[in-house]
Structures are given as structure tokens and as C-alpha cells.
């Protein structure tokens, strides 16, 4: 358990360079987590509302938000397989919830306060989002929250690969984020916020940089005031990380039947979306389950193919940014004629072939679009695979299947 007496009135009102590492002497930690305590990724409907639930309840008794008739705080991005859900669940009861929302075309909640920088756009970047604690265990909240930050460090860093991490936060817990977890304050006053009533100051981590400062922050503590052993090293058997049998960037919860439920019948969200907005989430999820929700009698000449986020490595660009079953767009990328044939590395074992035709260039950018035309076996295994997420049986319409 993290015990921290921050004695906020003195605390809020010295500098930083005495406050901070005051603030650090205060904590403790404890290695053992509550009996029964267990973090994850939502995945069932009833993880999924209850962590809905106790974000609106959080929020009206905060004061941000007026109370719905569902009782569920219900937001447009969590229509994206690419937001993830973490919750707390203490035995089978969800106690605490934390979304991680990359960035897509959609944007980000705080971009509309806040504009990022233009250089940070070509990198992968999400938010910390939608924290909240379940009130009968707010008195215990440090034995929740400590675990769910090592939850969402080792989550964003390991799985999702993502670089930088934003997180909006009232004034008062400002000090706490920064003098404790190292977030960098990019505002140096409070901004009224456009979809609660709270003003925030809006932070940052560069999640490499990250861990640096928390080998010379902490690295020489005693381990009860150690995090970089804590978030780094320390094993913890509550945190319970999904499976991978290849590298995925992404981890969907959303079926047909409750996205329906979620976004149109526990709230309004999928009425209030303006055309691009329905274009921007329909490109994430596959047309055959989702089209007919999304779009309902509307005109869908314009929707895009299903694709999935990626940060795949290869020697022959900086990166893969999204790919879809007949395509995929690449960062900074050496020179590409087309015929030619690419090699990708889609898990640490294997290694799938591409044959590829140039779409488009976006010299700008610095970006290209690829058509697939021809793959392995090993390419059309991980497309499938990464389709398994929204139960589809997807094969790939490719002229030929060269063997691995």
C-alpha cells in the first residue's frame, strides 16, 4: 500500500525543487497488494459497465459531470478497439477503472484544450484517461492505484509500445504525478476543461525518458520508497496481462451486441457523432459486424477498410502505423518499387513476406500507403489472428500463398 500524507495546504504552496522530494520521503510502499485484489483488462459487458458506473458515480460526487439516468459515464472513444479498459476487481467486484486511449484520426479527449505538438504527432501517443476509484474503497485508494499505474507502466510500455503518455488532472493532484510518478507539466496554468466542469493542468511522459528518471529518482532508495524497483522489477501475481501469440497493438472488448448496448442504449453516444467521427471509428472495426450499427440508413460510400493499429518494426522504414487485410501505411520508408517483395517480423520467432505495390506517397509526411498483393503464409496467419479480437473469419483475398 502507497500511504501518503501529502499535508496538501503546506505541500501545494512551496516550490518544487522542496516539495517534491518531500512528497517522496511521505510514500510507501508496499510490495503485497490487497487479498483478492486482481488488475486486468475489461472484457466482459458487466467489467466493462461497471467500470462505466464508477466513473459517473466518481465524477458527480467530484462535481464534473451532472448524473445521467444510466449511471454510466460513457465517452466517444470508448467506441475505439483501440481504447483499452483497465479495472480493478477486488474478488468478482470491480472496485477501480483507468482507460488508456491511443491516438487515432479521432484525436484525443484533452486536444480539445490542448494542441500537441507537431513533431509528437508522428509518434505513438495515448492518454491516461477515466480513473476512478469505487468510493467504499477510496479509503484503501493507494492499495488500488499503486498497482493499477505498474498495471498501465508495464501495459503501455510492453504491449502497446507506446513512445509518450498525456494525462489531464486537477491542480491539487498535479504535485502528486509529478514529484511521485515523474509526469512532466506541459500548462503552466489551470484550463477550464471542455467536457467537465473542472479546470486541469495537462501533463506528459516520454515513456523512455520515463524510465530513466526513475533509475536516478529512485534506483539508490530503500525499497519501501523505491518505485523503479517497484514499476520495473517487482512481479506482482495480481496483475493479470493478456496473451500474445503475435505483436498486436490493441485489445478489443467490443462486440456487435454490446457495442449496440453501450452506445446507444446505456448512452448517446453514437447519435451525437458527426459523419467524420462515425468515419474515424468505423475504420477500426470490421464492416460485416459493425457498419449496419454505425452508420444505419446513412450513405457509407465513403467508409474506409477495416485496419488495425500497428507499430511493427522493420529495416526498410521507421514503421508500420496501421495495416489492414490488403494494406498497410509506413513511416519514412526507404525506397519501394513496385513487385517488390518486403519481410516483416510479426512475433520474435517469425518473420512474414509481403509483395507489394505503391498506393500513394505522402512526401509531407513522410508516409506511404502499400497494396498488398501477394503475402506467406506467416502474413495471412497473423492477419487472422489479429481478426480473432472481433470473431471474424477473414481470409484474405490474395491471388497466391507463398509457403513460409
Not at 97 to 116: D, V
Not at 155 to 180: C, F, H, M, Q
Not at 284 to 304: E, H, T
Not at 327 to 335: Q, V
Request: aromatic residues 12%.
Amino acid at each position: 500500500m502507497a500511504k501518503i500524507n501529502l499535508k496538501k495546504t503546506l505541500l501545494n504552496n512551496l516550490p518544487n525543487w522542496i516539495s517534491h522530494p518531500m512528497m517522496r520521503e511521505l510514500m510507501d510502499v508496499e510490495i503485497d497488494p490487497p487479498e483478492g485484489l486482481k488488475i486486468k483488462l475489461a472484457e466482459t459487458q458487466n467489467e466493462i459497465l461497471e467500470s462505466y458506473r464508477i466513473l459517473h458515480d466518481a465524477y458527480v460526487e467530484a462535481g464534473y459531470i451532472k448524473s445521467s439516468s444510466t449511471g454510466k459515464r460513457i465517452i466517444k472513444h470508448f467506441c475505439l478497439p483501440t481504447t483499452s479498459t483497465i479495472v480493478a476487481k477486488i474478488d468478482d467486484e470491480v472496485v477501480g477503472t483507468l482507460s488508456i486511449i491511443q491516438r487515432t484520426n479521432l484525436g484525443l479527449p484533452f486536444e480539445n484544450i490542448y494542441q500537441i505538438p507537431d513533431d509528437y504527432k508522428k509518434i505513438r501517443i495515448a492518454e491516461v484517461s477515466s480513473l476512478a476509484i469505487d468510493s467504499k474503497f477510496r479509503l484503501k485508494g493507494g492499495a488500488i492505484f499503486l498497482p493499477m499505474c505498474k498495471f498501465f507502466y508495464e501495459y503501455v510500455t510492453n504491449y502497446l509500445l507506446i513512445d509518450r503518455v498525456y494525462i489531464s488532472v486537477i491542480p491539487g493532484a498535479s504535485k502528486y504525478y509529478e514529484s511521485i510518478l515523474l509526469f512532466d507539466r506541459v500548462t503552466s496554468k489551470p484550463i477550464k476543461y471542455a467536457t467537465v466542469d473542472a479546470s486541469v493542468v495537462i501533463l506528459t511522459a516520454d515513456l523512455a525518458e520515463l524510465k530513466k528518471k526513475f533509475v536516478e529518482v529512485y534506483s539508490n532508495k530503500k525499497d519501501k520508497k523505491n518505485l523503479y524497483k517497484y514499476f520495473v522489477d517487482t512481479k506482482l501475481k495480481s496483475l493479470m496481462f493478456p496473451e500474445r501469440k503475435y505483436y498486436k497493438f490493441f485489445d478489443n472488448c467490443l462486440s456487435p451486441e454490446n457495442f449496440t448496448n453501450f452506445f446507444t442504449k446505456e448512452s448517446s453516444v453514437l447519435n451525437n457523432l458527426t459523419v467524420e467521427e462515425r468515419k474515424s471509428i468505423s475504420s477500426f472495426l470490421p464492416p460485416a459486424s459493425f457498419q449496419k450499427i454505425i452508420w444505419g440508413d446513412l450513405d457509407i460510400n465513403s467508409v474506409r477498410e477495416h485496419r488495425f493499429i500497428s507499430k511493427l518494426s522493420v529495416d526498410w522504414a521507421e514503421t508500420i502505423m496501421d495495416i489492414s487485410s490488403n494494406g498497410l501505411k509506413a513511416l519514412n520508408p526507404r525506397k519501394i518499387s513496385n513487385g517488390m517483395w518486403l519481410e516483416i517480423s510479426v512475433s520474435k520467432e517469425q518473420n512474414a513476406q509481403i509483395q507489394v505495390d505503391v498506393a500513394w506517397v505522402d512526401k509531407e509526411k513522410n508516409q506511404v500507403g502499400l497494396k498488398i498483393i501477394d503475402c506467406n503464409e506467416v502474413w495471412q496467419s497473423y492477419i487472422e489472428y489479429l481478426n480473432l479480437d472481433f470473431e471474424i473469419e477473414n481470409k484474405i483475398p490474395y491471388k497466391k500463398i507463398r509457403a513460409a
